[in-house]
């Protein structure tokens, strides 16, 4: 669904991605992981087309992202950290989201399940860090999109919100969506993900489904067979 | 585009500065028609101020809009929009909203105290320098993320254009004196809107009689219906090129 091909990019003498290339199919939730300043949001962001990658190419369905937009309406975003207009209201943000994709089904679960229409006149600058990440969660589905890219979902969450964000994503699974989730939290990962793309200094050290991972380190819990192969060194 | 020029325009309107902004103009523009014996006059003593204010105005509050409006653009980014659109709207809201002001603020006054030509004249130079220093502030902002840079770029641009350049010129003019400056002079106008405005509107006033044989040269241009069609010209030209340059920024750059 979404093939990456010999992606680079750097800000100015940093360089963030070498030369990834991965293939991402539909069906699957993808949890990429790796430490900080791997280059994981960069990646998310330059299949958005908000950065713009050095040389390589992204491909959607067969065709490449690059200098288009139309494709976006197909993807639901749910960024690290939600920047909203401050003196706009949660109502606003929404029915000016809803406004732009206008031809669009509408899938307000989320609303619902936050509860947010209690708070739809409130400021966005005025709401806490989790409410703003609810709000990003019930926009970045709201649209039915066919591919869901969540940066850190969880973090800044409460465990309630964070357990209907978990079941919403596997219930979006099963309808054969494509669901990219960068998370730090690996007892999270397990529980949501089929596969794994780990990001080491902007290159891909491994790419593999959970269970060859735990089979190939004979491990019994995830967090232990990514350490593993964080300390020896991965061996295909 | 309309839909987001929409939400740029609520937000600039919730935002009080462009009604005081109006206010301030209507109450410069009928005090001194009201100061001043003769219209002329009281356009003149207009002139002057519109040249000094509107570039000043239009420039701080661009700049700041773009910058205040920077999480705006980047939740627009992620949909499916084009990143082009997304910045016209954010230009032709803050350009169309000052504009706005202006037309109320001086454009209302003009038309009950000095109806005709010049009025007119003056009027539509108002209109330009806000379009082209509006644009001036998007290519500052677009320059850098740093907001105090930015501001600082886009005050340098009205410091050299309002008051700097007049300086150069007359320097020019000094040190050169013995020669032929006149198509110079020419040139040297169409290089800054805010002179370029400021003769437009004088040489339609009875003050150009006092401006030498310069100024007998730029009557006998701008005084046709085809120079001063070429003065605009040129105008447009002080808006499309910063416009398209910024654009061209803002498309390629990582939010």
Not at chain 1, 191 to 205: F, Q
Not at chain 2, 89 to 110: D, H, W
Not at chain 2, 237 to 253: G, N
Request: charged content about 20%; some cysteine.
């Amino acid at each position: 669904m979404i093939t990456i091909e010999n992606l680079y990019k750097s800000y100015g003498k940093l360089q963030v991605l070498r030369n990834v290339s991965v293939e991402l199919g539909k069906g699957k939730v993808i949890s990429i992981i790796g430490p900080n300043g791997s280059g994981k949001t960069t990646m998310s962001k330059c299949i958005l087309g908000m950065v713009l990658p050095d040389s390589g190419d992204i491909r959607f369905n067969g065709e490449s992202v690059l200098k288009k937009y139309a494709y976006r309406s197909q993807i639901g975003y749910m960024p690290q950290i939600g920047k909203y207009p401050e003196n706009m209201k949660i109502r606003q943000v929404i029915e000016m989201i809803r406004d732009i994709r206008k031809d669009a089904a509408v899938d307000d679960e989320l609303i619902g399940l936050y509860r947010l229409e209690e708070m739809y006149e409130k400021r966005m600058g005025a709401l806490s860090g989790g409410t703003k990440q609810k709000v990003s969660a019930a926009l970045a589905f709201m649209f039915d999109p066919q591919v869901l890219i969540l940066d850190e979902p969880t973090a800044g969450l409460d465990p309630f919100a964070a357990e209907i964000l978990k079941g919403k994503i596997l219930k979006e699974k099963k309808k054969g969506k494509l669901i990219l989730i960068t998370s730090h939290v690996m007892s999270e990962v397990e529980e949501v993900a089929d596969e794994v793309l780990c990001l080491v200094d902007g290159s891909v050290m491994f790419y593999e489904t959970i269970s060859d991972l735990k089979a190939q380190t004979q491990e019994t819990r995830l967090s232990r067979a990514v350490a593993k192969i964080m300390n020896e060194g991965y061996k295909p | 585009m309309n839909k987001i020029i929409k939400y740029v325009l609520y937000d600039i309107i919730r935002n009080k500065i462009i009604v005081a902004y109006t206010l301030f103009l209507l109450l410069l523009s009928i005090g001194l028609f009201n100061l001043g014996g003769s219209p002329d006059k009281g356009l003149l003593s207009l002139l002057n101020l519109v040249l000094l204010t509107v570039p000043l105005i239009s420039i701080v509050f661009g700049t700041t809009h773009f910058y205040n409006s920077y999480e705006f653009m980047e939740l627009l980014v992620s949909q499916p929009i084009r990143r082009s659109k997304i910045f016209m709207s954010e230009y032709l809201g803050v350009s169309l909203s000052l504009s706005a002001a202006f037309m109320i603020g001086v454009g209302v006054p003009v038309l009950l105290f000095a109806p005709g030509a010049t009025g007119l004249y003056l009027v539509l130079t108002g209109v330009f320098i806000t379009f082209i220093f509006v644009a001036l502030a998007f290519l500052a902002s677009v320059i850098t993320r740093d907001k105090a840079k930015g501001i600082g770029i886009a005050l340098l641009l009205w410091f050299y254009f309002a008051l700097i350049y007049d300086g150069l010129v007359l320097f020019i003019l000094y040190s050169f004196g013995d020669y032929p400056l006149e198509y110079a002079t020419l040139v040297l106008t169409a290089l800054n809107p805010v002179d370029l405005g400021r003769v437009l509107v004088l040489l339609n006033l009875d003050v150009s009689a006092m401006m030498g044989y310069t100024g007998a040269l730029y009557k006998s241009i701008f005084g046709s219906l085809w120079g001063i069609g070429i003065a605009f010209a040129v105008m447009v030209l002080w808006v499309l090129v910063p416009v398209l340059a910024s654009r061209r920024i803002f498309k390629r750059r990582d939010m």
